[in-house]
């Protein structure tokens, strides 16, 4: 049953070459996977800027107790420079006292609050993580200003159609954090992952498909160019987000409003790229916006990848979850829940029990 869904919407195929070759085994999948880097940096969300010439990390207060005293709260500045410039942008950090290293779960967030009705910060230190955010808006403003708020402006986006969107800038923060967490002896660095809601759920899996140091690509509600496959997709469409949100893709991008069908790749092939890697998707039921159904079969899609490396993709009934299923077997997790678009305390705790039994 829920093959015939995915095979309704004729999806591209994610194990075939551009030229009609079939990927037979995983040292052809190596180079499938950087057709498909290039294929979703081309026409979906942008060739990312170059990395920065030199980093500093400036440690601006240092909390010993914090959250009942079970973990030390860091506030950092990762500061780099670039050859267009210099930029500088402040995280959290709050490492639990009893785990060492810990592993991490880096939350791109929509506010700079610790905590926040997003990001329950004690909650995650008690599940046995470490974790750090920034607020996307310090890295380059949610606005279609041209370009010039922020990173943005120190990069200075020209008029190439396959230049980096705003998404693609705040991955390429949530890399630059890595950067940073990749030299602290507390954290377990072959155990963090990148985490995000809506559209920062979208740049969570658009920054782990890149970059292999993530141990998993966490999406919540992420929906239209996220999770969620573009064709037959309801609620939001291609149409919908790149009149609103124009500045989040390259302007490639905009061939693709009303004309699904053309697109040689659809969103699956994103969950894709994050193989073999760990690929975590929560939907809510009544999310219609982002289309639950469409971000399940993505993830059934995406599942062919990891088989074809010997490991089990979603393990799944062969039906449409009901809501408080949590599908944790394989290498893609899935849970769908009751109400509508929010991160909240049970989509968190999902994902948590989650990585624990990785
Ligand atoms: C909506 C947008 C969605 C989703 C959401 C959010 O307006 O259309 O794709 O990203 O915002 O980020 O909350």
Redo the contacts with the bound molecule.
Sequence with gaps: MIFEKVKERHLPDVLTFKNGKEVENPLMLRKRREQIIHLLRSQVYGFPPPLPTKVDYLVKWRKEDAFAGKSIHMCVDIKFETSKGKFSFPINLIIPKKISPAPLLLHIAFRPDIPDKYYPVEEIVDNGFATASFCYKDVAPDTDDGFVGGLAGIFNRDNRSDQWGKISLWAWAAQRVMDYLQTLKEIDSKRIAVVG??????TALWCAAQDERFIAGVSN??????AALSRGKNG?QIK??TD??PYWFCKNYQRYRENEEKMPFDQHFLLAAIAPRVVYVGSAQSDD??DPESEFLACVAASRVYELLGLKGLVTEDKMPEPGIRLHKGQVGYHIREGG?FFSRDDWKCIMDYMNEK
């Design positions: 809601h809506s559209r920062l759920g979208k509600c992420s929906g239209c160019s996220g939001e919908d987000i609103t949100f916006w982002a678009h």
